[in-house]
């Protein structure tokens, strides 16, 4: 199972960046996936989280209706949107899934549920 996330990069307030969290040796079609961050001396939130099964996705209240988590199975990629970006959206980003498909953490707190995880890609936005 191996996560590689990139995408990142240094942007001005207000920007946009596309994360790619892309995988292999498994189908990413079959599992959840969630997107968190982790800025210096902090704790490592969860972001925004798709299901494998569909439905609602999950977003942090500090980026809903900025961000925008998808997926294309046919690459195997899981895709995350990040538009109107903020001083305070300045982290590393993880993407990460959980050990075993068709479960759904996203509901979970925190990292729970996810136990495999990307390198990170650090999104620094200046002001």
């Known amino acids: 199972v191996q996560l590689q996330a990139s995408g990142g990069g240094l942007v001005q307030t207000g920007g946009s960046l596309r994360l790619s969290c892309a995988a292999s040796?498994?189908?990413?079609?079959?599992?959840?996936i969630g997107w968190f961050r982790q800025a210096p001396g902090k704790e490592r939130d969860k972001v925004s989280c798709?299901?494998?099964?569909?439905?609602?996705?999950y977003y942090a209240d500090s980026v809903n209706g900025r961000f925008t988590i998808s997926r294309d199975n046919a690459k195997n990629t899981v895709y995350l949107q990040m538009n109107n970006l903020k001083p305070e959206d300045t982290a590393v980003y993880y993407c990460?899934?959980?050990?075993?498909?068709?479960?759904?953490?996203?509901?979970?707190?925190?990292?729970?549920?996810?136990?495999?995880w990307g390198q990170g890609t650090q999104v620094t936005v200046s002001s």
């Open positions: 990460a899934v959980p050990a075993w498909s068709k479960r759904s953490p996203c509901g979970a707190r925190g990292t729970v549920g996810f136990d495999y």
């Open positions: 798709i299901s494998y099964s569909g439905g609602r996705n």
């Open positions: 040796g498994f189908n990413l079609g079959y599992y959840s």
